[in-house]
């Protein structure tokens, strides 16, 4: 069948885009470690390369964000991960660019009275909703935002100069191209 890719999740996207890479360049990616282990009273400090599998990939989805989100008194609002699409026009920067993720993140508001779906409103009216809330609330949906899935790669090398273990998480995108 076919998939519109604007309409998935941006981070199931950047999944996709990091085994694209795999299959067409190579699962392997030469990364640069510097090991900080203490020897004695100073860190080793050596530099070594390895490669990394970015086949290995795995999506990491955090424990701390609930998508569904009470706010004082019987007001709550049921959340949402933005599109591919949705990411793609986010241009702001700053806390402009977090209130138009959290805008585009918003799936319904309700209240004792009623479930208010947010494609019942204009972005602008949603913006005005999230820029009225108190900071406690605002910070309810910010956490939202920043407890979004993300993907990591772990890394295991040994340091060459002094034996040391290293177990490096890899959790950026671009360090899968850099």
Do not use: W
Not at 9 to 30: C, H, M, Q
Not at 54 to 63: A, Q
């Amino acid at each position: 069948g076919s998939v519109n890719v604007d309409k998935l999740p941006f981070f199931d996207i950047d999944y996709i885009f990091i085994f694209l890479r795999a299959k067409s360049i190579g699962e392997n990616v030469r990364v640069k470690l510097v090991c900080n282990n203490m020897v004695g009273e100073e860190k080793c400090g050596n530099t070594f390369t390895t490669n990394m599998n970015i086949e290995r990939c795995e999506v990491v989805k955090s424990d701390e964000a609930e998508d569904d989100i009470k706010l004082d008194g019987d007001k709550g609002v049921k959340m949402k991960y933005p599109t591919y699409a949705q990411m793609k026009r986010i241009e702001a920067s700053g806390i402009d660019e977090k209130i138009n993720v959290i805008v585009n993140c918003i799936d319904a508001i309700y209240d004792s009275k009623g479930i208010y779906p947010s494609k019942d409103y204009t972005k602008e009216q949603l913006k005005e909703f999230v820029e009225g809330l108190t900071q406690n609330n605002f910070n309810k949906l910010e956490n939202f935002v920043d407890n979004f899935p993300t993907f990591a790669v772990t890394l295991e090398e040994t340091c060459g100069k002094c034996g040391f273990h290293h177990m490096v998480r890899y959790t950026d995108f671009y360090d899968f191209f850099t």
